[in-house]
């Protein structure tokens, strides 16, 4: 247990073994640190400095190598003293100090622009299921069946950034100070502080982003589009176009169990028929199928919806052992 000063030399010994000490505190960091009582805490403490520098942002290998400096130099000035038993453990410091600062700069030489791509959360759905994610800002993200996200387990001083693969509705906390990326492989879309819904699934035909409140920016490799409130974009990755267009739909009406379609290949309405119910549905070979479907479909079974289908677009099923057969 520390004694009177228990908070102020814990938060010393915190930025000694962090590198970011000074002289004075230095001097308070060795005299506790032969204390037994403190011992559980430096421990604690060493693994949680650990961590973070194996999480820290990149640039500061040059700040890491003045405290390599200090630390040596601190060494000397102890032996000079007769503290000569110290010097293993303040010398295991300096070489954890140096071995970071190395690290840091040959990341740099071989990849200027990134960051550490360490301790990365990663969440994934299954067929039919949703999970609700609070981010390390407090924004919030809804996961939609069959997708994954993954992000830092915090996020970096200038941006916040995420992937995504898959259906996301995304309520992003307001910070001027700081972007927030979502990185799809089909395009990046840019908030400070908004609520969208992203659809970016690799295998679909058709990926969209729809505003519901707020502002983004959706940048894709020959173009960029600002969106607005009840504004949406699709992207056709099969022939290669880009719809914008106002929707005053209910924006990720999925996360209540509504299917909603509007001009959607069937293809694309078949791949999510197939995430959501997990099932396997097959197009009868021989047959072409180009239709765009339009319909809502509020928590009904998968045979309600195909019925829907049948009635609709005079596409008509059956179901042949596990399978479900598209045919005309």
Same mark, same amino acid.
């Given at each position: ?26 001097? $308070? =960091?060795? %005299?506790?640190? *032969? ?9 604690? /403490?060493? @693994? ?77 759905? $299954? =067929?039919? %299921?949703?999970? *609700? ?9 809804? /996961?939609? @069946? ?77 173009? $960029? ?104």
């Amino acid at each position: 247990m520390f004694m009177k000063q228990d908070e102020e030399i814990k938060e010393i010994i915190h930025r000694f073994l962090n590198g970011t000490y000074t002289l004075d505190e230095a001097r $308070t =960091f060795l %005299e506790e640190w *032969d204390n037994p009582c403190n011992k559980y805490a430096i421990d604690e /403490l060493s @693994s949680k400095i650990w961590d973070e520098a194996m999480s820290m942002e990149m640039g500061y290998d040059a700040q890491h190598s003045e405290y390599k400096e200090e630390a040596y130099k601190l060494i000397e000035n102890i032996e000079k003293k007769g503290k000569k038993r110290l010097r293993p453990w303040l010398a295991a410091v300096a070489s954890v100090a140096a071995t970071i600062a190395v690290f840091v700069s040959l990341f740099h030489f071989y990849n200027k622009e990134t960051t550490l791509d360490v301790n990365q959360i990663l969440v994934e759905t $299954t =067929f039919g %299921e949703r999970k *609700d994610i609070l981010l390390p800002d407090g924004s919030k993200v809804t /996961l939609n @069946s069959c997708s994954q996200i993954s992000y830092p387990a915090f996020f970096s001083k200038q941006t916040r950034e995420v992937k995504l693969i898959g259906e996301a509705f995304f309520d992003v906390a307001k910070d001027p100070e700081k972007q927030f990326i979502i990185t799809t492989n089909k395009f990046d879309v840019k908030v400070l502080g908004t609520a969208f819904n992203i659809r970016s699934y690799d295998e679909d035909e058709v990926s969209s982003v729809k505003v519901e409140r707020g502002k983004v920016s959706v940048d894709m490799p020959d173009a $960029t589009m600002k969106l607005t409130a009840q504004e949406c974009i699709e992207v056709n990755s099969l022939h290669n176009t880009i719809k914008k267009h106002k929707d005053s739909s209910k924006t990720a009406s999925w996360k209540t169990g509504c299917l909603y379609f509007d001009s959607t290949p069937i293809k694309d309405v078949v791949r999510q028929l197939e995430r959501e119910y997990n099932c396997s549905i097959i197009f009868q070979q021989g047959q072409e199928f180009d239709n765009l479907i339009s319909g809502e479909h509020d928590n009904k079974s998968l045979e309600s919806v195909l019925q829907s289908l049948e009635y609709t677009s005079g596409i008509k099923y059956k179901k042949q052992d596990n399978d479900f057969i598209l045919y005309k």
